[in-house]
Every structure is written in structure tokens, then in C-alpha cells.
């Protein structure tokens, strides 16, 4: 079976949406994306202002497009209301029509808690390979996918087969993560109706009388809230916009001799707990609530420069 759509965006542009590292389910192959969402095959292609989209299911429709790729996000007004530097005005004038993701909460969490200290390429190679062992066929065009397992599934799972996915030390992280999902200690969804301090320090375990969850750290943590949580005032960061800060907004951080001498100074040092939250919070302060935006065009935008 198979299903197909035909929409007109003024304002989109797949391969920077897709390409940007926010998820790492889509792989491009010739002129279509290919990824599993919810479940479902979805192959999608954009010509200009054209996209069209083809799935393994009717469950497809416009609506499920528009709200996965935020279509009611109004991106024009969204950008102008970030470019308050010629630096993020060079960004999104070179990227304009990345939009972020209205991810799955689970999935999402799961693929950042299994991202630290990996490149994409590494982490959509876990993220298959989870999704192979544990997750469900689906057979579209004759050729094999898999959904991506849920959070009971992965908790019942020997940490060994998690580690042979090529987590690693991760392997844990996903487990204990799975288990406080499956036991209703985290319930990822209820966080959508939180601000973003609130959510965040659930996230940290902060307000859950437990150990701290291991594999989520404030990055992670951020990461998580922007892409499936309607964070959109959050500013993950790693080592791509730690260089842009240094770059390009240490003035910043004039008046902050902890942040300027041990973080904005040396791009290669790392960042300890209050620097990261400092750095993140003056970020999310000067580009204000739409801060996510500023964020994903400028990590983009720094990372394809630096490759190319």
C-alpha cells in the first residue's frame, strides 16, 4: 500500500531541515528523503515550493506533515525577530526555510541520551541498529525499515544487546532512561505544558528525589526540550556553538570574569555545569523566546562551513 500527498511551502526547505542534526532517522537517497516517523515509511521530495510525499500508510496526511514539520511555526516573522547580529542575519539569510522538528518526546530522548561524544554519522548508525534489533518491519516499495522500539521494550532488554547495537557505555543510559519512562517517574509529554526551567530541571532529576539521570546533562537535556518538548527558548550547546560564541558573542560575557576567562577565551576548554548554564541562559536572554531558531541556523551554519 501506499499512500501520496502533494503540499506548497513558501517558507521550507527539506534538506536544511533535514540535514541540520536536529533527528537521525532520515537518510537522502537521489532527490527523496527517506525516514520512519511514528512508525510509518515516509519518502519526501521538494522541487522548489512543490513537496511531495509518499508513505507505506494513509495515516499520512496533511495534517501529520504540517505538525512534524511545523508548518504553523510562522518562520518568516520567527527570523526577523532573531536577527539581531549580522552574524545570525548571514545564517538564516544562507539556510532560510530550516525549520525545526516537532518530534516524537521518546524517541528523541533516546537518540540524544545515545548522542553524547558521537558524531551524526556514529549516532544515526546506533540509531539504526537499535531500531533493526528491537525495532518492527515495515515493508515498503520491497525494501525493509524498522520503527524505532518502545521505551518498554528497550527496558526489558539485556544490556549486552544494547551495547552489541554499538552504544557502548550509552547502553546504560538508554536502559535507565527506558525504565523511569516505563514507571511513570519521567513522563516526557506532561513536560510540553511546563516552562522551560521547570521541564529542564525535571529532565536533571532535580525535582524527582532521585539520583541524577544519568546521559542527561544540561546539553542533552536542551536538546531534547527543543526538538520535542515546544521549547523553542532553549540553546543546546556543543562544541559547534561553543566556537560560534567564542567567535562571534564573548562581548557578551564582558561583565562575567568566570565565563570569560575559563569558557570564551579558550575554545577548547571544556564546560563545567554553571559555565554551560551561564553560556546557555545569555544566549536564550539575548535572542529571546524563538532562541531554538537562532540556535539551529547558527550550529548549521558553523558546522557546513567548517566541513566544506
Known amino acids: 500500500m501506499e499512500s501520496q500527498l502533494i503540499l506548497q511551502s513558501d517558507h521550507f526547505n527539506l534538506?536544511?531541515?533535514?540535514?541540520c542534526g536536529q533527528v537521525f532517522r532520515w537518510v537522502k537517497k537521489?532527490?527523496?528523503?527517506?525516514?520512519?516517523?511514528?512508525?510509518?515509511?515516509?519518502k519526501i521530495e521538494q522541487e522548489n515550493k512543490i513537496i511531495t510525499i509518499k508513505s507505506n500508510s494513509n495515516i499520512i496526511d496533511e495534517k501529520f506533515i504540517?505538525?512534524?514539520?511545523?508548518?504553523?511555526?510562522?518562520?518568516?516573522n520567527i527570523v526577523s525577530e532573531i536577527s539581531k547580529d549580522n552574524y545570525v542575519t548571514e545564517a538564516v539569510s544562507r539556510y532560510y526555510g530550516l525549520r525545526l522538528l516537532r518530534q516524537n518526546p521518546w524517541e528523541c530522548a533516546a537518540s540524544f541520551t545515545c548522542a553524547t561524544y558521537k558524531n551524526i554519522n556514529s549516532i544515526k548508525l546506533m540509531i539504526s541498529n537499535i531500531s533493526r534489533k528491537f525495532g518492527k518491519r515495515i515493508e515498503f516499495n520491497d525494501e525493509p525499515y524498522y520503527s524505532f522500539p518502545e521505551p518498554e521494550i528497550i527496558a526489558n532488554s539485556d544490556i549486552n544487546s544494547l551495547t552489541d547495537c554499538g552504544l557502548g557505555y550509552r547502553a546504560k543510559f538508554l536502559s535507565e532512561l527506558?525504565?523511569?519512562?516505563?514507571?511513570?517517574?519521567?513522563?516526557?509529554?506532561?513536560?510540553?505544558?511546563y516552562d522551560y526551567?521547570?521541564?529542564k530541571s525535571i529532565l536533571l532529576s532535580k525535582q524527582l528525589g532521585k539520583k541524577f539521570?544519568?546521559?542527561?546533562?544540561?546539553?542533552?537535556?536542551d536538546c531534547i526540550l527543543l526538538f520535542s518538548l515546544e521549547k523553542m527558548d532553549?540553546?543546546?550547546?556543543?562544541?559547534w556553538i561553543k566556537r560560534v560564541v567564542f567567535k562571534f558573542y564573548s562581548h557578551l560575557f564582558t561583565n562575567d570574569s568566570s565565563i570569560k576567562n575559563r569558557v570564551i577565551i579558550n575554545e577548547n576548554n571544556s564546560i563545567g555545569f554553571s559555565e554551560y548554564e551561564n553560556i546557555s541562559n545569555t544566549m536564550r536572554m539575548y535572542f529571546g523566546r524563538y532562541a531554538g531558531y537562532a540556535q539551529?541556523?547558527?550550529?548549521?551554519?558553523?558546522?557546513?562551513?567548517?566541513?566544506?
Request: aromatic share 12%; no cysteine.
Open 213 to 221: 539521570l544519568i546521559g542527561i546533562g544540561p546539553k542533552v537535556a
Open 30 to 42: 537521489e532527490n527523496w528523503w527517506v525516514g520512519v516517523v511514528e512508525g510509518n515509511v515516509i
Open 296 to 308: 539551529e541556523y547558527l550550529y548549521h551554519n558553523m558546522r557546513v562551513s567548517s566541513i566544506s
Open 66 to 76: 504540517k505538525t512534524y514539520f511545523r508548518f504553523d511555526d510562522q518562520l518568516k
Open 15 to 19: 534538506d536544511f531541515t533535514l540535514d
Open 197 to 199: 526551567h521547570k521541564a
Open 178 to 193: 527506558a525504565k523511569r519512562i516505563v514507571s511513570k517517574e519521567i513522563v516526557l509529554e506532561e513536560l510540553i505544558d
Open 234 to 239: 532553549s540553546f543546546p550547546i556543543d562544541v
